[in-house]
Nanobody
Framework: QVQLVESGGGLVQPGGSLRLSCAASGSIFGFNAMAWYRQAPGKERELVAQ???????NYADSVKGRFTISRDIAKNTVYLQMNSLKPEDTAVYYC?????????WGQGTQVTVSS
């Protein structure tokens, strides 16, 4: 059973930065793709960024130029660097890993952007 554990969330002021981490229980190289989603109160979960096994990441329009998804295969970890944070980025952020038809989710980490 694949386990994904997110960390790095917290409270940050507008304009600040955070780096989220998603540590997998096994090698991430076997996943077709890994992604970060977020869900704000009263809203549906939305895709923030994803990175395929081979290739570069792609992003939601709302975070392009501010967020960067990356991975460290040796550490079995995917990251989300978030810069120039805005109050509307406030949400629970979830990590997702896809292998074939199977999708695995982490438990989420809260990000709050507020002064």
């Amino acid at each position: 059973q694949v386990q994904l554990v997110e960390s790095g969330g917290g409270l940050v002021q507008p304009g600040g930065s955070l780096r989220l981490s998603c540590a997998a229980s096994g090698s991430i190289f076997g996943f077709n793709a890994m992604a970060w989603y977020r869900q704000a109160p009263g809203k549906e979960r939305e895709l923030v960024a994803q990175i395929p096994r081979f290739g570069m990441g792609n992003y939601a329009d709302s975070v392009k130029g501010r967020f960067t998804i990356s991975r460290d295969i040796a550490k079995n970890t995917v990251y989300l660097q978030m810069n120039s944070l805005k109050p509307e980025d406030t949400a629970v952020y979830y990590c997702k890993a896809v292998r074939g038809v199977d999708a695995h989710w982490g438990q989420g980490t809260q990000v709050t952007v507020s002064s």
